[in-house]
């Protein structure tokens, strides 16, 4: 998972704050903490979550993560897509910025589940009103390859691969299709003329969320206001409002990458 490292602020600097893991719709502690600007990472939105954001959407940027497998075995206390599409189309009537909203699809399994859920979220988020967005996100679920069995792969990420609930419920949905990265470029490739699509190269937070708020990545003393860490752009030097050390929150999602 990237690390997110906070800095020492000094001086008249915009503070760049990150809710990076956990359920920001069930713990509120982060809500006293908030800064100039504000990342939400959630794959929840809730009635008093909206009024929360709606208070603050002078300073709050959503990064709503979707996998396409809410309700499912995969992620039971999650909503499904109709009703995390219906909140986000709640909170955007009811006042908030649109251009603060960046739907990040997130994993994508390396298979024909994961592509039948990229085309459905594709679908849902560009070709239906009165919900179109612009600009999505899309982050694969890594996968190696095993030492001894070459042409076979396993969930990269080890905190994953050892759960036992993975490997006795699931794991025969997890494979890696040969085929799937052609599919996959070729679907996104259908898309790039009708939303900006980032598939890993552009920073984690970055020009992006600053420009929904009419900033460039300047201070006024001509320092940036996100540096990053030995110039890597997965590790924003940001102020960090959800929990320091992160853990899989109540949600029990099986495939978080957060530790249990």
Same mark, same amino acid.
């Given at each position: 998972?990237?690390?997110?490292?906070?800095?020492?602020? *000094?001086?008249?600097?915009?503070?760049?704050?990150?809710?990076? !893991?956990?359920?920001?719709?069930? %713990?509120?502690?982060?809500? !006293?903490?908030?800064?100039?600007?504000?990342?939400?990472?959630?794959?929840?939105?809730?009635?008093?979550?909206?009024?929360?954001?709606?208070?603050?959407?002078?300073?709050?940027?959503?990064?709503?993560?979707?996998?396409?497998?809410?309700?499912?075995?995969?992620?039971?206390? *999650?909503?499904?897509?109709?009703?995390?599409? %219906?909140?986000?189309?709640?909170?955007?009537?009811?006042?908030?910025?649109?251009?603060?909203?960046?739907?990040?699809?997130?994993?994508?399994?390396?298979?024909?589940?994961?592509?039948?859920?990229?085309?459905?979220?594709?679908?849902?988020?560009?070709?239906?009103?009165?919900?179109?967005?612009?600009?999505?996100?899309?982050?694969?679920?890594?996968?190696?390859?095993?030492?001894?069995?070459?042409?076979?792969?396993?969930?990269?990420?080890?905190?994953?691969?050892?759960?036992?609930?993975?490997?006795?419920?699931?794991?025969?949905?997890?494979?890696?299709?040969? !085929?799937?990265?052609? %599919?996959?470029?070729?679907?996104?490739?259908?898309?790039?003329?009708?939303?900006?699509?980032?598939?890993?190269?552009?920073?984690?937070?970055?020009?992006?969320?600053?420009?929904?708020?009419?900033?460039?990545?300047?201070?006024?003393?001509?320092?940036?206001?996100?540096?990053?860490?030995?110039?890597?752009?997965?590790?924003?030097?940001?102020?960090?409002?959800?929990?320091?050390?992160?853990?899989?929150?109540?949600?029990?999602?099986?495939?978080?990458?957060?530790?249990?």
């Amino acid at each position: 998972m990237n690390d997110v490292i906070t800095p020492t602020i *000094i001086g008249p600097k915009k503070i760049v704050s990150y809710y990076k !893991s956990g359920d920001p719709t069930r %713990d509120k502690s982060w809500v !006293s903490k908030l800064t100039d600007i504000n990342i939400i990472r959630t794959k929840r939105i809730t009635d008093e979550f909206i009024d929360i954001c709606l208070k603050n959407k002078h300073r709050i940027y959503l990064h709503v993560e979707i996998s396409g497998m809410g309700q499912t075995i995969f992620e039971p206390n *999650i909503p499904s897509v109709k009703q995390i599409r %219906d909140k986000i189309i709640e909170l955007i009537k009811r006042g908030f910025p649109q251009k603060q909203i960046l739907i990040v699809i997130n994993p994508i399994l390396q298979n024909d589940n994961g592509l039948n859920a990229v085309k459905l979220l594709l679908r849902i988020f560009t070709e239906f009103k009165p919900l179109y967005v612009r600009r999505m996100r899309f982050k694969l679920l890594p996968y190696r390859e095993i030492d001894e069995k070459p042409g076979k792969f396993t969930i990269a990420n080890n905190n994953i691969s050892k759960r036992p609930e993975v490997r006795q419920k699931i794991h025969m949905y997890l494979f890696k299709n040969p !085929s799937f990265f052609r %599919d996959y470029w070729n679907l996104v490739n259908k898309y790039r003329g009708v939303v900006q699509i980032d598939t890993g190269d552009e920073p984690l937070i970055g020009i992006t969320e600053l420009m929904a708020f009419g900033l460039n990545n300047k201070n006024d003393d001509g320092t940036p206001i996100i540096p990053y860490e030995n110039g890597n752009r997965s590790k924003p030097l940001v102020n960090i409002i959800s929990a320091r050390n992160p853990v899989r929150c109540q949600n029990r999602c099986l495939l978080c990458p957060f530790r249990f």
